[in-house]
């Protein structure tokens, strides 16, 4: 289901694609401020959040300059700041990626007609080891 939305929240390290003149926008990382006063203080927000329970893609029309909300279902690549993408015919894959909890060498295909993400199967083109976090 498509929701229309007036504009995408601002962020970095989201990936960026083209597909069927539609531009889209997946992951990346926000900032939300918390407190009041002198108390506030900002905290960094992965994009989709985890355990968001309707996680969407950001998709601009380039025929109607409008943006909208896709609905994504599916094994969701949570950790998918600052992730490597390509697309072939009607597929995005999406590799690796960070979060506040580690990074990912994980490998992730979305179906752009069905919008059903799908954790690629080592050995059929990605390790998908899971690191628990940064490394020095």
Do not use: K
Not at 11 to 36: C, D, I, K, P
Not at 86 to 97: P, W
């Amino acid at each position: 289901m498509a929701l229309v939305s007036e504009f995408p929240v601002a962020r970095s390290g989201a990936s960026m694609f083209v597909y069927e003149r539609q531009v889209m926008l997946w992951g990346g990382m926000t900032q939300v401020v918390l407190g009041e006063g002198d108390g506030r203080f900002n905290v960094e927000v992965d994009l989709p959040e985890s355990g968001n329970t309707e996680p969407s893609l950001d998709v601009f029309d380039l025929d109607t300059h409008q943006w909208r909300q896709q609905r994504v279902h599916g094994a969701i690549p949570w950790r998918s700041r600052c992730s490597f993408h390509a697309v072939a015919g009607n597929t995005l894959y999406l590799y690796g990626g960070s979060s506040e909890e580690g990074y990912s060498d994980s490998l992730y295909a979305l179906n752009l007609d069905t919008f059903e993400w799908r954790l690629v199967p080592e050995g059929a083109g990605g390790a998908n080891n899971s690191a628990s976090g940064p490394t020095s």
